[in-house]
């Protein structure tokens, strides 16, 4: 049973345009989301993070937007550039209670010129 | 430099022995993870450990052993139970404190092929 889904396994963006992936979850004991960026044969990078007390974190060009309502979070990326070309990995744990974090299967997004 | 490593990159072995992944981290953090990554899956958890000689299974431990001796290493075991060991693993580390992790930070990976 999957807590974290990435429901879309790949995502084509023009060059400048905003990237938009998509997560849902289903537990809701979790507190604390993540996003981490990973390219081939590399670990994951982290990218941003927001507590469920916010339901918007920004830094630089990352925009993470959370609606528990929903168990929906969403990545916006915007300009988007050639290097944001890789697998985007959403990620959800629940602090304090289980310190596991669960990660979705992740969305590959592809930069076109 | 502060940050996570793995050794080695690529890791060949044959099918019946064990091997033992390295994993070191230098950020003073107190909690270690260790993760497998397969082709179209997003990351799983084998094992992980928030103090010094101690340590919890995670979602898919049969088959791997860990133990984690200094604060700075988190050594992984593939053992010869392991039913698909060829694989992609990761290993990570965070902060911890009052029963909370911090935010978990990845080595570069060891890939692990097992002919």
């Known amino acids: 049973d999957q807590q974290v889904k990435q429901n879309s396994p790949s995502l084509s963006v023009q060059e400048g345009r905003i990237s938009i992936l998509n997560c849902d979850y289903t537990n809701s004991m979790f507190d604390y989301f993540l996003w981490y960026k990973k390219y081939p044969a590399e670990g994951p990078t982290f990218l941003i993070s927001i507590s469920s007390i916010k339901d918007k974190n920004e830094d630089g060009r990352f925009t993470v937007f959370l609606n528990k309502s929903a168990k929906h979070l969403s990545l916006h990326i915007v300009p988007s550039q050639p290097g944001d070309s890789a697998v985007y990995f959403c990620a959800a744990s629940a602090r304090g209670r289980d310190d596991k974090i669960i990660f979705g299967k992740g969305t590959r997004l592809h930069i076109l010129p | 430099d502060g940050g996570i490593t793995q050794s080695p990159k690529y890791l060949f072995r044959k099918e019946g022995q064990n091997v033992t992944l390295s994993c070191e981290q230098n950020?003073?953090?107190?909690?270690m993870y260790w993760y497998r990554q397969d082709p179209g899956q997003g990351l799983r958890l084998i094992y992980y450990s928030q103090i010094v000689n101690d340590f919890q299974k995670g979602d898919i431990a049969e088959g791997y052993s860990v133990s984690r001796e200094k604060k700075e290493s988190f050594p992984l075991t593939v053992t010869s139970a392991q039913k698909n060991p060829t694989a992609f693993y990761l290993c990570a580390s965070s902060y911890y404190a009052s029963g909370s992790s911090d935010t978990q930070y990845f080595g570069p990976g060891t890939r692990l092929t097992v002919l």
């Open positions: 950020l003073n953090h107190d909690a």
